[in-house]
């Protein structure tokens, strides 16, 4: 498995920690997607059963309580689910017909569109647990990163349509965003310290430090699931992207991938540590604290996700399974 080029990675120095309520968040999840009929074939609901989304919610927001656990296990559910519908079938290479087929989707997360569909219902009922009690502007741009994310799954679907090798320069960005990582960080403000003012949010010490994690988790994710999307010639992954374009074969570029993972690691370290610098205003520093718990929190996702995904059958060579992340 190309996750051994992580054998001396510092992300094993990040602590993991598994919240108490993976089984309740399991067991909640899994009735709620029978309660709203998501499931359309006689195999998607034992899917999940083995994927178990609670346990990722376990391990990503282990301070969580019972409520906001089940919350993120419902949207990994949702995401598992739609982009298995996705990668298993031909509208992951039509990007047409995809963006057709996700028309009321993005209507429901832009906020322009009443739900019809099971899945437009769920979407929309996520988005309303996640919003209650948290500010417009956390609000909307949950909103606006669910919009980055269903739009950028039609371009995947270009890419592949086209048999596109992907540039090693928009990758990044794009691999961020069809895998829902930004929705899904936003999250951690709710399980967390509440949503963070704009100001500290979008101010470049903790952009810095988000997209370091974010990338952390899509390439340890890339890692793991590369001889999967090798074998079905899918190269939306930054192995193969590296191999493709910097002619690697697998075992290098997945050792490139994961010095790569060592520099967001180290990114991550740096912004945090400029994060926490004293302000002199007793507020903002309070403000700032709430920031650098969301900082650990996401570091602690990253190692998180790594646990559940050495765990998951979702991942292996033999899974025919796709997904977010």
Same mark, same amino acid.
């Given at each position: 498995m190309t996750i051994e080029a992580l054998k001396s990675s510092a992300i094993w120095d990040v602590p993991a920690c598994r919240g108490?309520?993976?089984?309740?968040?399991? /067991?909640?999840t899994l009735r709620w997607v029978g309660a709203v009929g998501l499931c359309e074939t006689e195999a998607e609901l034992p899917?999940? @059963?083995?994927?178990r989304p609670g346990l990722l919610a376990a391990w990503c927001h282990p301070r969580a309580d019972r409520t906001d656990s089940t919350l993120v296990a419902m949207w990994m559910a949702w995401l598992f689910l739609l982009d298995d519908r996705i990668d298993e079938s031909d509208l992951g290479r039509d990007a047409d017909r995809l963006d057709g087929y996700l028309s009321e989707l993005l209507g429901v997360a832009s906020g322009g569109r009443t739900a019809a569909s099971p899945m437009g219902r769920a979407l929309a009922e996520i988005v309303g647990r996640a919003s209650d009690g948290m500010p417009d502007s956390w609000h909307l741009r949950f909103r606006r990163h669910i919009v980055d994310y269903l739009s950028a799954c039609v371009w995947q679907a270009a890419h592949r349509q086209a048999a596109e090798v992907p540039s090693p320069d928009a990758f990044p960005a794009r691999r961020r965003?069809? %895998?829902?990582?930004m929705p899904t960080f936003d999250l951690v403000e709710r399980t967390e310290a509440g949503a963070l003012p704009p100001s500290l949010?979008?101010?470049?010490?903790?952009?810095?430090?988000?997209?370091?994690?974010?990338? @952390?988790?899509?390439w340890t994710n890339d890692l793991m699931t590369v001889e999967k999307e090798a074998a079905q010639g899918d190269?939306?992954?930054?192995?193969? @992207?590296t191999a493709h374009h910097r002619g690697l074969d697998r075992h290098a570029a997945s050792l490139a991938v994961a010095r790569a993972c060592e520099e967001?690691?180290?990114?991550? %370290?740096?912004?945090?540590?400029?994060?926490?610098?004293?302000?002199? /205003?007793?507020?903002?520093?309070?403000?700032?604290?709430?920031?650098?718990?969301?900082?650990g929190a996401l570091l602690v996702w990253t190692r998180g996700h790594l646990e559940w995904g050495l765990d998951t059958p979702r991942y292996g060579p033999a899974a025919s399974e796709g997904g977010a992340l």
């Open positions: 108490p309520h993976a089984e309740a968040a399991d /067991t909640e899917r999940l @059963v083995r994927i965003a069809f %895998g829902a990582i949010y979008y101010s470049r010490p903790y952009q810095d430090l988000l997209v370091a994690a974010a990338d @952390v988790v899509c190269p939306h992954n930054l192995v193969l @992207v967001r690691l180290a990114t991550h %370290g740096r912004a945090r540590r400029e994060l926490r610098a004293p302000t002199r /205003t007793p507020d903002a520093d309070t403000r700032r604290q709430d920031a650098d718990r969301c900082a």
